[in-house]
């Protein structure tokens, strides 16, 4: 791959211009210069990929493992409609197979969740890399856009500190807010609403949550892989779910927490929410307390401090023996009935206040963006300027945790620049 040299400013031409260089950028310049097109990839950091090598924590989320395209779409809301179209021509199955025949083996792991064997985000961009070089495309990176020039619903050339670039097809895969340190700053917000487009205002969405008791922030590091969390506000129990959660040292993280952050989030803003924790889910008070019985008969002997160990983690313990309101010195065989079922209870219901998310430079992906019935999914071709495409988190979709944000940009970005470049040939 060839990379501009900087000096005064030059005026290039290629067929087909793609200004952003994350996953969806990739992906469109990648299967655009595969249709026989000169294409140029304008990216304002030194380097390409930045956002996707700190994805899944380094390891890299690529899809989620739902190879029924319509339940696919399912997972994106009443949104995901618009995928369908997409999803037909490019699904989680392509996604695995992209990588897989690149010699990238995947691997899937709990709720679908699909990483490279290597647990490298890098070998991600490895491909994308190689990918790029073998569609000869063109290079530029250190060079954010500062100008988007337009002319009668269609983009005459975009301008970098270095560099006037026209083309017959631009496609924007400039991200959303979040993470803008890697570049995800909303600049291609401020240019589609200049060109018409209704952008709906971008929020942090799959973000760590904040948590007031202090309990929780000794768990540090502690992760539990079947917990239930509902969302309760001042109305009503709303939204329980599922899943993996990891505590820190602010609160809670992992794909349940981020999952419902967007909820949260919103519910916060109306008023006051609380979060109900149930750490056994699968287990009703019945049967819950016939396990926690059959684990003290072991340990009868014992002090109540030191009854639970090896019924929950070693850290959660102390913890639990704290909140369980139970004399700490009492042995195990003296605690009453009534307050081992009170324990019971609060095993399935432990509260924790929500104070705030975090904000945009720890979220994963944001929510908001250009409007979905502003895109033709078909092609991903505006409906506003003639002569451009959008793919990726540029798109107003809600995207929950475990692939599913980056499915979205291999599955928009193959469609942008295959319609990009079909267009150029005819």
């Known amino acids: ?75 994106y809301g009443k949104k995901g409609t618009f995928l369908l179209s997409p999803f037909s021509k490019w699904n989680a199955k392509d996604t695995i197979d992209f990588f897989e025949t690149r010699e990238m083996p995947t691997k899937e792991e709990a709720l679908g969740r699909v990483f490279p064997k290597s647990n490298s985000a890098q070998s991600v961009l490895d491909v994308l890399l190689d990918e790029l070089e073998n569609a000869n495309v063109k290079i530029i990176t250190d060079s954010p856009a500062i100008k988007v020039k337009s002319l009668k619903d269609k983009i005459i050339y975009v301008e970098t500190d270095n560099a006037v670039i026209s083309a017959k097809t631009f496609i924007f895969t400039t991200g959303g807010t979040a993470r803008p340190e890697t570049g995800s700053s909303g600049d291609g917000f401020k240019w589609l ?35 239930k969390i509902t969302l309760i506000d001042a109305k009503s129990r709303g939204e329980a779910r599922i899943g993996k959660i990891l505590f820190t040292h ?89 307050a081992r079922l009170a324990f019971i209870r609060k095993l399935k219901s432990l509260t924790l206040t929500p104070s705030g998310l975090l904000g945009v430079e720890k979220a994963i992906v944001s929510s908001g963006g250009v409007a979905l019935e502003e895109v033709d999914f078909k092609t991903m071709r505006s409906q506003k300027i003639e002569n451009l495409c959008l793919a990726g988190d540029i798109l107003d979709f809600d995207r929950p945790s475990g692939g599913f944000s980056l499915q979205i940009c291999w599955t928009t970005g193959f469609v942008a620049g295959k319609s990009a470049g079909v267009y150029n040939n005819k």
Not at 16 to 44: C, D, N, R, T, Y
Not at 53 to 60: A, D, F, H, K, V
Not at 194 to 223: D, M, N
């Open 193 to 227: 609403k200049k060109l018409g487009h209704t952008i709906s205002a971008p929020s942090v969405a799959l973000v760590p949550v904040k948590i007031k008791e202090a309990w929780v922030h000794r768990l540090q590091g502690l992760s539990l892989p079947d917990v």
């Open 250 to 338: 602010f609160g809670l993280s992992g794909p349940l927490a981020l999952g419902m952050s967007q909820a949260i989030g919103e519910g916060l803003r109306e008023g006051m929410v609380t979060l109900e924790l149930d750490l056994f889910p699968t287990l009703d008070q019945v049967m819950l307390d016939e396990k926690l019985r059959a684990h003290l008969a072991k340990v009868q002997n014992k002090k109540w401090a030191n009854a639970l160990a090896g019924f929950v983690s070693p850290l959660l313990a102390p913890v639990l023996v704290e909140l369980s309101g139970i004399n700490p010195t009492m042995p195990v065989n003296k605690v009453p009935r009534l």
């Open 1 to 75: 791959m060839e990379k501009e040299n900087s000096g005064a400013k030059q005026k290039l031409a290629y067929d087909v211009a793609v200004i952003g260089g994350g996953p969806a950028g990739m992906m469109s310049a990648i299967h655009a210069g595969k249709e026989g097109a000169s294409v140029v990839l304008i990216e304002k950091n030194k380097t390409l990929g930045k956002k996707l090598l700190i994805t899944g924590g380094g390891r890299c989320n690529v899809t989620n493992a739902i190879f029924d395209n319509r339940a696919l779409a399912q997972k």
